[in-house]
């Protein structure tokens, strides 16, 4: 008896040392990961760039079929919730089954706020529904929408051609003007003096249909953060300009660095979407305007100047104009690669046709 109870003991104490090994060597139990349309429910940014840090799928449909941005679109989000998403990858043109997308849920039931960041981020708002509809037919019935500033940019933009990657929504940099009616103002221009390729719209005075002229004040396109605003620019002599320009000479193209000392003062602002603005030739940077600073539509970033030129490097205010670039956020310029033709149409997809020259020279 006393045999049997022994080797009993041994048993349990050897199932128990067999159960702890395998606790210890147990693979570890892994983390699950957030739940993003939980995360929505907050319309907290923090809170869903939390979840989306650690690990929250992004590119999945909750039981509706509706995307992250959707959801977020129609849970009255905020533009900054919108962003969040935006920046993490969040596809803008996602249709559901019934062809809805995240643009047409903020213009049936949303708000100009939404409508107007989604077409800042690109939205195509030529896509349609099942029905046929497209996002400006569906504001129509959203009073909220349909009697804001947005809606008339919104059936503009519906009417197409829409050219994707590229937004729409913004306004021009200087109030009342037009892009210029000549080629050479365009991006894509060649700048032979630098064997360089121009990336900007230029406004001069004479060709935009609103005078320019020294300290004119330059407005942001559209809402965003600044990413770059040059206080401290000191003004190139003109030995320094003249080095430059040789630089470029000796090169086949004009080197980034260069280029970047050609374009004088600047104010660079990063938009819905990843785009990116860029100011460039100014007198002086508007007080506030600094890196990280929110900036909305219309603001004003700077005023107009000739810094980085040779007029500038020769002390005059002789020759003054915005220079204004658009870039993708794979680094692409708004015009590369064009035609004139082509550019007048895209700026008018992303300024407004109101934008367009009266007449192309």
């Known amino acids: 008896m006393r045999a049997l109870i022994a080797l009993v003991v041994v048993l349990l104490l050897a199932g128990a040392g067999v159960f702890a090994y395998l606790s210890l060597n147990a693979a570890p139990k892994e983390t699950p990961r957030p739940d993003l349309f939980v995360a929505l429910e907050s319309r907290d940014p923090v809170a869903v760039a939390a979840a989306l840090e650690g690990g929250a799928e992004l590119h999945v449909r909750n039981a509706a079929g509706l995307t992250p941005l959707m959801a977020a679109v129609g849970a009255g989000a905020e533009p900054a919730l919108l962003e969040t998403l935006l920046a993490a990858g969040a596809a803008v043109d996602e249709q559901a089954a019934s062809g809805t997308t995240a643009l047409m849920l903020a213009a049936s039931s949303g708000t100009p706020a939404q409508v107007v960041h989604l077409l800042n981020a690109g939205a195509d708002p030529t896509l349609t529904d099942l029905e046929g509809r497209t996002a400006a037919d569906l504001a129509r019935g959203n009073p909220q929408v349909r009697t804001s500033g947005a809606f008339p940019r919104l059936l503009e933009a519906a009417a197409g051609p829409f050219v994707k ?192 020259p009266p007449y192309h020279d």
């Open 165 to 356: 990657g590229w937004p729409t929504g913004y306004v021009v940099p200087v109030e009342g003007a037009t892009i210029s009616s000549r080629r050479s103002h365009l991006p894509g221009a060649p700048r032979a003096y630098r064997n360089g390729t121009h990336e900007g719209f230029d406004f001069y005075s004479g060709t935009v249909s609103v005078p320019i002229e020294y300290g004119t004040p330059i407005n942001a396109v559209a809402d965003g953060v600044v990413v770059r605003a040059d206080h401290g620019y000191v003004e190139h002599t003109l030995e320094e300009y003249e080095a430059l320009i040789a630089q470029a000479a000796r090169a086949l193209d004009t080197p980034p660095e260069v280029l970047d000392a050609l374009r004088g003062r600047q104010v660079w602002i990063r938009h819905a979407g990843g785009f990116v603005t860029r100011y460039a030739h100014l007198a002086a940077v508007a007080e506030g305007v600094v890196e990280g600073a929110t900036v909305r539509q219309g603001d004003i970033v700077g005023t107009t100047g000739n810094s980085g030129t040779l007029e500038a490097a020769q002390g005059t205010q002789d020759d003054p104009h915005p220079h204004v670039e658009v870039w993708r956020a794979d680094g692409v310029f708004l015009g590369a690669g064009m035609e004139p033709e082509q550019i007048w149409q895209l700026a008018g997809q992303v300024f407004g046709q109101a934008a367009l």
